[in-house]
Each structure stands twice: as structure tokens, then as C-alpha cells.
T-cell receptor, first 111, second 116 residues
Framework: DQQVKQNSPSLSVQEGRISILNCDYT??????FLWYKKYPAEGPTFLIS?????DKNEDGRFTVFLNKSAKHLSLHIVPSQPGDSAVYFC??????????FGKGTRLHILP | GAVVSQHPSRVICKSGTSVKIECRSL??????MFWYRQFPKQSLMLMAT?????????EQGVEKDKFLINHASLTLSTLTVTSAHPEDSSFYIC????????????FGPGTRLTVL
């Protein structure tokens, strides 16, 4: 049973436009959510996170939105740049528990 | 940020042999290291958590006798895949935590294991 779901395996976005990556979760005990970026043959790199007490966290071009009632979070990247092309993993954890990853969404930024 | 290295980056071995993968935290001391496995187009799956000087905690379904984990120092953890079989072929990634806090993990670049 997948506790963290990324239903879009891939997404293509024009350079300069907004990229929106979505993630749903099922475990109401999750209280911390993270986004990782991963290039081929490399390990994930931490991008941005959000605690369950917040509904928005912004860091430069990256903003994560959390909707606890819908058990949904999204990552917004604006403006999208060619270097943003990668696989993005949504992840979640409960207090002192392991991180659960989604399957990832491959983002293609088109020139 | 904190740097974690893995060696080797790629390894090809024959079925039945054992393979050791090293994970090092280069500029910090890691109280806790994590080992993940990723199959193609799948999520990273936690295999085990290891704390320096103590036995690793394995996730359900992960054979501790097959995947030997040693965390002998605060900067080095090793994963040994014993008697590897083709189904063990995967991308193995380690991560390290300074504080032991699960949310603060720094990931290594991963090791691609191919078992023939």
C-alpha cells in the first residue's frame, strides 16, 4: 500500500512557465513533508520541506503548498529553467519515523 | 551542505559472489546512516537504519543475513550483498544524518549493482 503517491510519472513544461508537481498521501500521522530532486545515476538532493503546522513554504523559485484536509501537497517551480529537468520525489515522515518516498515525477523543461 | 560519498559507483558481478558497498560522510560525523534500494521507476525503499557501534535495524522483508550492514565508525558504513543474485540488481543509495534526525538526511550518489 503506497502511503505517498505521485500519480504523474512525467510532466513537460515550457521554459519560463510554472511547473506544478503533485503528491498525495494517505497516512494522517505524517507531520513532515519533503521534496527531493534527483538526476540520473545520482542520489536525491534535498530541495524544500514543510511541516504540517504550515500550509506554505517558499524558497526562491520553489514553493511547497500543503493541504492537510485533502492530504495533498504540491511543489511549484517558477520560472522553470532547463536545469530543473530531473526526477522529483515527494517524501513524508511521521515523528521519529522513517521517510517514505513516492515513485517520483520526471520533469522535462522544454526550450 | 554535507557531503556523502559511495564507492563503487557501479559494480557488475557474477551470481553467487558478494559485493561490498561503502558509504562515507566526508565532512561530518554521522550518528545514523540509512540504506535504500531503488528499482527502475520505483520509489526509494528503506532497507535498514544503522547507528554507529550498534546493530542495524532492518525493515520488514529485508533479509539481514543477505544484506550485511556494518557501521564501524562515525564516517563509514558498509553494505555487503552476500551471494548476490540477478534479482538483487538495483540502485543502492545510502544517506547519513548528523543528528540522527530522520528528516535531515544527506544522500550519497548511489551504487548501481548489476548481477549477471
Amino acid at each position: 500500500d503506497q502511503q505517498v503517491k505521485q500519480n504523474s510519472p512525467s510532466l513537460s513544461v515550457q521554459e519560463g512557465r510554472i511547473s506544478i508537481l503533485n503528491c498525495d498521501y494517505t497516512n494522517s500521522m505524517f507531520d513532515y513533508f519533503l521534496w527531493y530532486k534527483k538526476y540520473p545515476a545520482e542520489g536525491p538532493t534535498f530541495l524544500i520541506s514543510i511541516s504540517s503546522i504550515k500550509d506554505k513554504n517558499e524558497d526562491g523559485r520553489f514553493t511547497v503548498f500543503l493541504n492537510k484536509s485533502a492530504k495533498h501537497l504540491s511543489l511549484h517551480i517558477v520560472p522553470s529553467q532547463p536545469g530543473d529537468s530531473a526526477v522529483y520525489f515527494c517524501a513524508a515522515s511521521a515523528v521519529d519515523d522513517k521517510i517514505i518516498f513516492g515513485k517520483g515525477t520526471r520533469l522535462h523543461i522544454l526550450p | 551542505g554535507a557531503v556523502v560519498s559511495q564507492h563503487p559507483s557501479r559494480v557488475i558481478c557474477k551470481s553467487g559472489t558478494s559485493v561490498k558497498i561503502e558509504c562515507r560522510s566526508l565532512d561530518f560525523q554521522a550518528t545514523t546512516m540509512f540504506w535504500y534500494r531503488q528499482f527502475p521507476k520505483q520509489s526509494l525503499m528503506l532497507m535498514a537504519t544503522s547507528n554507529e557501534g550498534s546493530k542495524a535495524t532492518y525493515e520488514q522483508g529485508v533479509e539481514k543475513d543477505k544484506f550485511l550492514i556494518n557501521h564501524a565508525s562515525l564516517t563509514l558504513s558498509t553494505l555487503t550483498v552476500t551471494s548476490a543474485h540477478p534479482e538483487d540488481s538495483s540502485f543502492y543509495i545510502c544517506s547519513a544524518s548528523v543528528s540522527g534526525v530522520v528528516n535531515e538526511q544527506f544522500f550519497g550518489p548511489g551504487t548501481r549493482l548489476t548481477v549477471l
